[in-house]
């Protein structure tokens, strides 16, 4: 499914609204892109079946998809 984002702006700052099932979507395409982008791209190709990608995803979730979601920019 691909999201259709709404957002909310309060002064200077924006909001972004999700239901349930769509924050949990968004921080799992969060979790994977993280994952390809900058774990995955620093573990060489012949040694990447030793890293468990779903014990890794399984961990970064406790942070919470704030974490995740929230942007900094």
Known sequence: MRLS???AESG???YL???EEEAEELHEESLD???EDVILSEIPEHLRHYFDEEKWKRD???DGRGHALSSYD
Do not use: D, G
Request: glycine letters at 0%.
């Open 5 to 7: 984002l709404s957002f």
């Open 12 to 14: 200077l700052k924006t």
């Open 60 to 62: 970064a979730r406790f």
């Open 17 to 19: 609204i999700l239901t």
């Open 33 to 35: 892109s993280y994952l």
